[in-house]
């Protein structure tokens, strides 16, 4: 089945005195690209989300972004770490010593400048065992990625139907050319043959194997039957790897970029106008296709 590129999901969760708000979004993008908002203080969070997105996804640009509060204001009211205050004190200590020994006078330090230091104030979060709360939230992230996975698959699915109906349009119009092509032939062979009439008329004398080098070359200019039989190859292409399990954005992006080369050359070899007006509808219907090819995975 044929996977969009686009995509969104949103989910509510709790686990304990936490409570959260998922919310995913995913569009095209030439790779897998992740931008994340995460809180930083749940150790191994955002690693283990990478991971499972890098699993689960190949292209797209991905903004996650996890909010996450806490119930009860006395859990999160800020405390004193008695190790690090310890700690803090005995270098503050060494310090002065140090300073006396050397002559050196330092100002006292107040108990704002302590408490300021990192790790002498904590909160609830920076104490607690974050391992919980992360396998609650990875179990959560995972239904999430599920929901998310769910509407790139139907927006594939909704791709895939009007990528089919533009392969139809390009088929019809490809075996509306071969007629136009075909319906040509006496014009051109009669325009071949006026000009040649023309130049053997005006020139003294010619050369007979260049002559029948640049006729054959004519002839070889304006003969499109390569040009429809490689739209007609990338048709079956395109419809083979419409229908595919595997990610194929990359490569129907190239097809467009075949498609729209044949198309070209057939526009310039046309030499009739019915023939180059289907040229032009051809590229039209091979541009649109190839916007709509732009969201495939």
């Given at each position: 089945?044929?996977?969009?590129?686009?995509?969104?999901?949103?989910r509510?969760?709790?686990?304990g005195a936490?409570?959260?708000?998922?919310?995913?979004?995913?569009v095209?993008?030439?790779?897998?690209?992740?931008?994340?908002?995460?809180?930083?203080?749940i150790?191994?969070?955002?690693?283990?989300l990478?991971?499972a997105?890098?699993?689960?996804?190949?292209?797209?640009?991905?903004?996650?972004?996890?909010?996450?509060?806490?119930?009860?204001a006395?859990?999160?009211?800020?405390?004193?770490n008695?190790?690090?205050?310890?700690?803090?004190?005995?270098?503050?200590?060494?310090?002065?010593?140090?300073?006396?020994?050397?002559?050196?006078?330092?100002?006292?330090?107040?108990?704002?400048?302590?408490?300021?230091?990192?790790?002498v104030l904590?909160?609830?979060?920076?104490?607690?065992?974050?391992?919980?709360?992360?396998?609650?939230?990875?179990?959560?992230?995972?239904?999430?990625?599920?929901e998310?996975?769910?509407?790139?698959?139907?927006?594939?699915?909704?791709?895939?139907a009007?990528?089919?109906?533009?392969?139809?349009?390009?088929?019809?119009?490809?075996?509306?050319?071969?007629?136009?092509?075909?319906?040509?032939?006496?014009?051109?062979?009669?325009?071949?043959?006026?000009?040649?009439?023309?130049?053997?008329?005006?020139?003294?004398?010619?050369?007979?194997?260049?002559?029948?080098?640049e006729?054959?070359?004519?002839?070889?200019?304006?003969?499109?039957?390569e040009?429809?039989?490689r739209?007609r190859?990338?048709t079956?292409?395109?419809?083979?790897?419409?229908v595919?399990?595997e990610?194929?954005?990359r490569?129907l992006?190239?097809?467009?970029?075949?498609?729209?080369?044949?198309?070209?050359?057939?526009?310039?070899?046309?030499?009739?106008l019915?023939?180059t007006?289907?040229?032009?509808?051809?590229k039209?219907?091979?541009?649109?296709?190839?916007?709509?090819?732009?969201?495939v995975?």
């Amino acid at each position: 089945m044929t996977l969009s590129m686009t995509g969104f999901a949103t989910r509510r969760g709790q686990h304990g005195a936490h409570a959260w708000v998922w919310d995913i979004r995913s569009v095209n993008g030439k790779g897998l690209d992740l931008r994340m908002r995460v809180p930083d203080w749940i150790d191994g969070l955002e690693a283990q989300l990478r991971a499972a997105l890098g699993k689960a996804l190949n292209r797209g640009n991905v903004n996650l972004t996890l909010k996450l509060s806490r119930s009860g204001a006395e859990e999160s009211s800020l405390r004193l770490n008695p190790g690090v205050l310890r700690s803090v004190l005995v270098m503050l200590a060494e310090v002065e010593q140090q300073a006396m020994t050397t002559g050196v006078t330092l100002a006292q330090a107040s108990q704002a400048d302590v408490l300021g230091l990192r790790g002498v104030l904590e909160t609830a979060t920076d104490a607690e065992d974050t391992a919980p709360l992360a396998a609650a939230l990875m179990a959560d992230f995972a239904d999430l990625l599920a929901e998310l996975q769910a509407m790139r698959a139907a927006e594939g699915q909704a791709l895939q139907a009007v990528v089919q109906d533009q392969l139809d349009q390009i088929e019809t119009l490809v075996a509306a050319a071969s007629d136009e092509a075909a319906a040509r032939q006496g014009q051109v062979a009669a325009t071949l043959k006026d000009n040649v009439k023309k130049l053997l008329q005006a020139a003294e004398s010619i050369d007979e194997n260049r002559l029948h080098q640049e006729l054959a070359l004519l002839a070889v200019k304006a003969d499109v039957t390569e040009e429809l039989d490689r739209l007609r190859a990338h048709t079956q292409a395109a419809r083979a790897l419409i229908v595919s399990a595997e990610p194929v954005g990359r490569k129907l992006d190239f097809l467009m970029q075949e498609f729209m080369r044949e198309a070209n050359t057939l526009c310039s070899k046309a030499q009739a106008l019915a023939l180059t007006r289907v040229g032009l509808d051809l590229k039209t219907v091979i541009d649109q296709m190839r916007e709509q090819v732009q969201n495939v995975e």
